[in-house]
DNA sequence: ACCTGAACACCGTTCAAGT
DNA sequence: ACCTGAACACCGTTCAAGT
């Protein structure tokens, strides 16, 4: 093991995983996914940024260890729900779009890393173990949970990225009508306020919703 | 406009956006993502990477513009298909795939940008008509249109991090069924099979006919 | 009009050397 | 053992100056 460890001898460091992770988040939260960089995360720790590649191998590292931060607790959305075995994945892919929310670029991070920690790989169980109770052989609720995740962060992705489009970005609501009712798109128009519809709330719902009634007519 | 031309005069441009566009789609699937600089691009156009910036505002300009031309003729697999409307939508999610799988990191590019091109746009519309055609109210569709596009996304893009997944990664299947099987998961073990499946294809399927399940039944 | 050359303000990562 | 200082090999972007 050559992790650090402080056995009796020399300064208490003044770095540890804990601690670099939670002002990692909060930079991430204050400045967004761009503007964290390993430079920038040691400046708030008030240490040289060679210092953070003793308890982080790489910033992809550190990147997965905050994803597998961020899902800490997100499994135990199953347990305080009664309801049946549906209303406990919803209850789950909810707890994962909010937990995924909670951070600035939040879903980003998600996406990019691939975590094996204990929070993820619990949360994983924890869908499998609803969807096998209720009947579900293993192969076919591995595949529905990968539905359900990637369903959810492809969603909260497209949310959060809506979330920060400000005027005249490349997301920007009013220049997205003003293209498509400029151009030919008839169907588009007509969906228009759907489409640039901030409530995304009930667009989770919507989709969450489908793939649920898709699971129970397959039951 | 002071977008390059020329009218008779001067030299003609070693650079244009379709040509760079060309060059910046084979450096990515030669190289990935990650390895796509501008300087690098220039290098590849025998230019100087300040060059570049006369065609693209910026490097999130180019890739924006290589998501809308991986999009190039999707929106054509809902005409080659002669099904029902959900078997057009299903065409049109497939074709969406494939396109992202085209290319090295495709679904990265895709969702790392926000192109209101006519390719997407064109492809936007046309899922929508195939909806409403079928009777389904505009808002609907468009909630649906969604749902769909998010799903392939966040499903295109596991499956290409699982793809380049080398030995011992971070998408590392027997890593990943290693530490299921050493750890408390009873029903991941359970699920093993078909949770390091690398038939994505199959994947996919299932969460497509889920999401059309779900729309039949809601129709 | 189009591109070069050079600069500006950064990056992630490594590693000898200090304490 | 833990961190500094300094370097290495890069980035995206800007812009005066050349042709």
């Given at each position: 093991m050559s992790s650090p460890s402080n056995p009796g001898r020399g300064r208490p460091p003044r770095l540890d995983r804990a601690r670099t992770l939670r002002t990692a988040l909060d930079l991430l939260d204050r400045s967004g996914l761009d503007a964290l960089t390993m430079r920038r995360l040691a400046d708030a720790m008030e240490v040289q940024a060679g210092a953070l590649y003793r308890y982080f191998a790489t910033k992809q590292d550190l990147l997965t260890a905050m994803a597998e931060r961020m899902m800490d607790g997100v499994a135990d959305a199953a347990g305080t729900c009664d309801g049946d075995w549906s209303e406990q994945l919803a209850a789950l892919a909810r707890a994962m779009r909010t937990a995924l929310l909670a951070h600035r670029d939040g879903a980003r991070v998600f996406a990019g890393t691939h975590s094996t920690g204990e929070n993820i790989l619990g949360f994983a169980d924890t869908a499998m173990g609803v969807m096998r109770a209720a009947g579900f052989p293993g192969d076919d609720a591995a595949r529905a949970l990968y539905t359900v995740a990637n369903f959810t962060?492809?969603?909260?992705?497209?949310?959060?990225?809506?979330?920060?489009?400000?005027?005249?970005?490349?997301?920007?609501?009013?220049?997205?009508?003003?293209?498509?009712?400029?151009?030919?798109?008839?169907?588009?128009?007509?969906?228009?306020?759907?489409?640039?519809?901030?409530?995304?709330t009930r667009l989770f719902e919507f989709g969450l919703d489908l793939l649920l009634e898709g699971l129970r007519s397959r039951r």
């Open positions: 962060v492809g969603h909260t992705l497209e949310e959060q990225a809506a979330l920060q489009a400000e005027d005249g970005g490349p997301a920007d609501p009013d220049a997205l009508a003003d293209t498509v009712t400029a151009g030919a798109y008839p169907h588009l128009t007509a969906g228009l306020p759907a489409l640039t519809s901030t409530d995304f």
